[in-house]
């Protein structure tokens, strides 16, 4: 690995312009998101060289522990970002999970416990609005099927922004409670959410905000390549063989991937195959149904499911990830409403953490892919889990079970005691069947 000569100077800037994924054509980096000529989206451009000559193992883990310690891989300039202690989550170590599965190495890296608002969206949040703040954005917006709403309203308030942000009508009363404590102005739309994407265009344009997933994009998803440093990291600077994400977008998947190979690129790591599988939910699987139907191109749907964070009908980066997940022999799964629900169970029934129904399509396809042998029990695998299960109680609401009501007695509670010991025995006796 090359050793830095030196730290790069204050305010020093490594991202260098935009560029159209699609064309290649090349932009100034202000607030814009596609390409003038093809109607490609835009991604951030960085000088590598510079960064290979500057960033060592040793000066990322001298840095702040959040996603700061990967500035130089971030599309901002400032040496004052906002840092609200996000990223450097748990990636732990499955034992029960990986038993009950069947697999040796499986690892969760755990963005359910992110500051501040629980989800993964705080990352992108702090880069979108450090770089608004650069471009001299002073009123902040979104379009969000709720985490990213949490998120951005929390960021703003923490760095004294005016925030206005949209959201379908129809979302979990803890993704709305979430965001309405920090308060901002919050529009409930009557549509799905890719009518409220439409809707915050035209907004965008006629009044100037800095919408983070719209006019911000390509400084917002450049925020998700921090899982992938991350996981590197976490693992002593290698690569795990597979990784399982969610799907949504498609953005999450296709920026951990960048990162793994920017990381690769300049040394930090030992270039290696990495396989990237994909879930989605069944009520709205676009991208898995690409994936399976070999097609190069997405074909939209009208979401239906519980796992509302990831129930993106036309994902503006689906054809991206399905890409990926070819080039790297993985696979895009999708599970019911059902699987999801029976996969936030088995995580936290084993592993003590509590998934919104993002991760529990992830570790539903997770066992689906297990089941069909397309997981090598060999392979260090790792989940990503996006988001925290107190946002969407109402999922599990109904096959939980509910608490024993006793009296105050010592009889009650034994009566109570060997009722619910009677209930388990008959439980497995169901699942030996």
């Given at each position: 690995?090359?050793?830095?000569?030196?730290?790069?100077k204050?305010?020093?800037?490594?991202?260098?312009?935009?560029?159209?994924?699609?064309?290649?054509?090349?932009?100034?980096a202000?607030?814009i998101?596609?390409?003038e000529y093809?109607?490609?989206?835009l991604e951030?451009?960085?000088?590598?060289?510079a960064?290979?000559?500057?960033?060592t193992?040793?000066?990322i883990?001298?840095?702040?522990?959040?996603?700061?310690r990967?500035?130089?891989?971030?599309p901002?300039a400032?040496?004052t970002?906002?840092?609200?202690?996000t990223?450097?989550?748990?990636?732990?170590?499955?034992?029960?999970?990986?038993?009950r599965?069947?697999?040796?190495?499986?690892?969760?890296?755990n963005?359910?416990v992110?500051?501040?608002?629980?989800?993964?969206?705080?990352?992108?949040v702090?880069?979108?609005?450090?770089?608004?703040?650069?471009?001299?954005?002073?009123?902040?917006?979104?379009?969000?099927t709720?985490?990213l709403?949490n998120?951005?309203?929390?960021?703003?308030?923490?760095?004294g922004?005016?925030?206005?942000?949209f959201?379908?009508?129809?979302?979990?009363?803890?993704?709305?409670l979430?965001t309405?404590i920090?308060?901002p102005t919050?529009?409930a739309?009557?549509?799905?959410?890719?009518q409220v994407?439409?809707?915050c265009?035209e907004v965008?344009?006629?009044?100037?905000w800095g919408?983070?997933?719209?006019?911000?994009?390509p400084?917002?998803?450049?925020g998700?390549?921090?899982?992938?440093y991350?996981?590197?990291?976490?693992?002593g600077?290698e690569?795990?063989?597979?990784?399982?994400?969610?799907?949504?977008?498609?953005?999450l998947f296709?920026?951990?991937?960048?990162?793994?190979?920017?990381?690769?690129k300049?040394?930090?790591?030992a270039?290696?195959h990495?396989?990237?599988?994909?879930?989605q939910?069944?009520?709205?699987?676009?991208?898995?149904e690409?994936?399976?139907?070999?097609?190069?191109?997405?074909?939209?749907?009208?979401?239906?499911?519980?796992a509302k964070s990831?129930?993106?009908?036309?994902p503006?980066?689906?054809?991206?990830?399905?890409?990926i997940?070819?080039?790297?022999n993985?696979?895009i799964?999708?599970?019911?409403d059902?699987?999801?629900?029976?996969g936030?169970?088995?995580?936290a029934e084993?592993e003590g953490?509590?998934?919104?129904?993002a991760?529990?399509t992830?570790v539903?396809v997770l066992?689906?892919?297990?089941?069909?042998g397309?997981?090598?029990?060999?392979e260090?695998?790792v989940?990503?889990?996006?988001?925290?299960?107190l946002?969407?109680?109402?999922?599990?609401?109904?096959?939980?079970?509910?608490?024993?009501?006793?009296?105050?007695?010592?009889d009650?509670?034994e009566?109570?005691?060997?009722?619910?010991?009677?209930?388990?025995?008959?439980?497995w006796?169901?699942?030996l069947?």
């Open positions: 690995m090359t050793q830095a000569t030196k730290p790069l204050a305010g020093t800037a490594t991202f260098t312009s935009l560029s159209c994924k699609e064309c290649g054509a090349e932009y100034e202000k607030a998101h596609v390409c093809c109607f490609g989206p951030v451009s960085y000088d590598y060289d960064i290979r000559r500057h960033v193992r040793e000066s883990q001298s840095g702040p522990n959040s996603i700061w990967y500035k130089s891989f971030l901002v400032t040496d970002p906002i840092d609200v202690g990223g450097m989550t748990p990636l732990v170590r499955s034992n029960r999970l990986a038993r599965l069947g697999l040796k190495k499986l690892y969760i890296k963005d359910a992110n500051m501040p608002t629980l989800s993964f969206k705080d990352r992108v702090s880069v979108a609005l450090t770089r608004a703040q650069e471009l001299g954005f002073t009123t902040v917006s979104c379009a969000s709720g985490n709403a998120s951005t309203a929390a960021i703003a308030a923490y760095a922004l005016d925030c206005c942000v959201i379908p009508a129809d979302l979990e009363a803890g993704k709305i979430g309405l920090y308060s919050l529009m739309v009557q549509g799905n959410y890719d994407n439409r809707l265009s965008a344009n006629t009044y100037g919408f983070v997933n719209i006019n911000l994009r400084y917002y998803s450049e998700s390549k921090t899982l992938g991350e996981v590197a990291e976490q693992l600077w690569l795990p063989d597979h990784i399982v994400a969610p799907l949504a977008s498609g953005s296709t920026k951990i991937y960048k990162g793994f190979q920017e990381f690769i300049v040394g930090l790591v270039d290696k990495v396989r990237f599988s994909g879930a939910a069944d009520g709205c699987s676009p991208i898995a690409a994936f399976r139907e070999e097609r190069d191109f997405i074909k939209p749907v009208k979401p239906n499911t519980i990831i129930a993106i009908g036309n503006a980066d689906g054809v991206y990830a399905v890409d997940a070819r080039k790297t993985g696979n799964e999708s599970v019911s059902r699987e999801i629900i029976e936030m169970q088995l995580l084993t953490i509590f998934t919104e129904t991760g529990g992830t539903a066992k689906k892919l297990v089941e069909a397309k997981i090598d029990p060999e260090s695998t989940i990503y889990i996006t988001g925290n299960g946002k969407t109680q109402e999922a599990v609401q109904g096959y939980v079970g509910e608490p024993l009501t006793i009296e105050a007695k010592l009650s509670f009566r109570a005691l060997e009722r619910s010991r009677t209930l388990e025995r008959l439980d006796q169901q699942v069947v």
